[in-house]
């Protein structure tokens, strides 16, 4: 795989000599992506392409909108701005840190959110369902109370809180560093009537009427997979990503307790990811509904309160 040292990269050349020959965007535009494809770098953290990760670098670094008018392509950049750009391409290929902990800044559902170390990085197809309203369970009335569990940033369910104006959420999670993190995006969001941060290892600190909708995007990555993990996802929280041999110790637990917070007419969703083989292999009774979506994503189930009921008994 290519790197920066690749002799064809222009990262050879100093800090100054490439702002003073890179004039407008569309030179850093062209330039980010020639140098990401010279990389190799891995895209799964909001992007998918060299082509995409230099849009979305610059465009940030240069606090523009992605539907930007396109004849901005040609403005001619300040000193300090192409300074920016060259330093953060330059950060994004050696360090292989993930663009928006670079920017500091993640976007889910249409909405923004602040992102760093402490958290993962907002990518769950659960966005789809949350824009969609979760009318396929709700079709008459949005569910009144949602917990987010294993919040993390608290995008999910700052989001839902977002798409849906009458219903009030909790974000938990056993991380007091993210529940940080979770509280600056429930001020930056104004949702703080409607909105709260819980520490709680999954139930065991949660209190009050039972959830019509329980959403959650917990650790699920199985051993084999986070030993070969690419090194961009070294930069996230291993506490949010590793769950035991096959990356179910967490969703098992998830399984057996959420019932008790669950109202009869509940619904869980939960995402496992590419641990899907591994639950179905657990669990050959059960039947997850496994959910579809247009944007792509997998590994995503949904359990109604009476399901599990039904198989109380495997879960146990």
Do not use: K
């Not at 949602?146 to 809180?161: E, K, P, R, W």
């Not at 083989?277 to 496994?290: G, M, N, R, T, Y």
Request: net charge negative; hydrophobic share 45%; aromatic share 8%.
């Amino acid at each position: 795989m290519a790197n920066s040292t690749d002799s064809r990269s222009t990262l050879t050349l100093d800090d100054e000599a490439l702002c003073r020959d890179l004039l407008t965007l569309r030179d850093y535009l062209r330039w980010a992506a020639s140098e990401f494809h010279l990389a190799g770098l891995h895209h799964g953290h909001g992007t998918d392409s060299p082509w995409d990760e230099a849009v979305a670098l610059t465009l940030g670094a240069l606090h523009l909108p992605w539907n930007v008018d396109p004849a901005v392509l040609d403005a001619r950049l300040l000193p300090v701005e192409r300074a920016r750009i060259v330093a953060l391409v330059r950060e994004r290929i050696t360090s292989r840190r993930p663009l928006p902990y670079l920017l500091g800044e993640a976007f889910f559902a249409g909405f923004a959110f602040d992102v760093d170390e402490r958290v993962l990085i907002p990518r769950s197809p659960i966005a789809e369902l949350i824009e969609a309203g979760f009318d396929a369970w709700f079709p008459e009335e949005p569910p009144a109370r949602v917990l987010d569990l294993c919040t993390g940033s608290g995008c999910i369910g700052i989001a839902a809180a977002l798409h849906l104006p009458t219903c009030e959420v909790d974000l938990s999670d056993v991380s007091v560093d993210a529940l940080a993190v979770a509280r600056q995006n429930i001020q930056r969001h104004d949702l703080g009537a409607r909105v709260r941060a819980v520490h709680s290892d999954l139930f065991d600190g949660l209190a009050g009427p039972r959830y019509d909708l329980i959403v959650s995007n917990p650790p699920y990555v199985d051993a084999r997979d986070l030993a070969t993990m690419p090194a961009e996802y070294r930069h996230e929280p291993e506490l949010a990503l590793g769950a035991g041999a096959d990356g179910l110790d967490i969703v098992r637990r998830i399984l057996r307790e959420a019932r008790q917070h669950l109202a009869d007419h509940g619904v869980l969703i939960v995402e496992v990811g590419n641990s899907d083989s591994h639950l179905e292999a657990a669990f050959p009774e059960v039947p997850f509904l496994w959910l579809d979506f247009e944007r792509g994503g997998q590994g995503v189930f949904a359990l109604t309160a009476a399901e599990l009921d039904a198989h109380a008994a495997s879960f146990a």
